[in-house]
């Protein structure tokens, strides 16, 4: 059925993470985190989007800029407020952070009412929430 339940998504996370720590545990919130529809199960794009999340090859840069173009429903190069608090929101969730997403999207909106995807990429990017998970 082209789709992976947790069980099976702890067994990959273990081949892409070896040895890490509390292994299910950590595997179990990168599933929530990236279980969109909230099935449980991973669709293929779902999954593609946690392997590029966990690839420790990926930089920041690419995680980043992977995560929003795969999700963003508006076209390339523009970034909703709605979208950008959403991201911020997934982000949180999948690297266990406390935070806002609003008083993050706060931090980012210069009030210009212009949001560019580069921009927005590279705020997320350098965020101080995410760069020691990184």
């Not at 099976?8 to 545990?25: D, Q, V």
């Not at 999340?53 to 840069?61: A, E």
């Not at 212009?114 to 590279?122: K, L």
């Amino acid at each position: 059925d082209n789709k992976m339940d947790k069980h099976e998504f702890r067994r990959c996370y273990e081949i892409l993470a070896p040895g890490t720590k509390h292994s299910h545990h950590v595997a179990d919130k990168a599933f929530k985190a990236f279980d969109r529809d909230q099935t449980g199960h991973l669709t293929f794009e779902e999954f593609l989007s946690a392997y590029v999340m966990l690839n420790q090859t990926s930089t920041p840069y690419d995680r980043a800029n992977f995560l929003i173009d795969q999700y963003n429903p508006n076209q390339k190069g523009v970034i909703t407020p709605e979208y950008g608090r959403q991201v911020f929101g997934k982000m949180n969730d999948f690297y266990g952070v406390q935070g806002d997403p609003e008083q993050a999207w706060l931090q980012f909106d210069n009030g210009s009412g212009q949001y560019d995807h580069e921009r927005f990429v590279q705020h997320v990017a350098n965020h101080p929430q995410y760069t020691s998970n990184y």
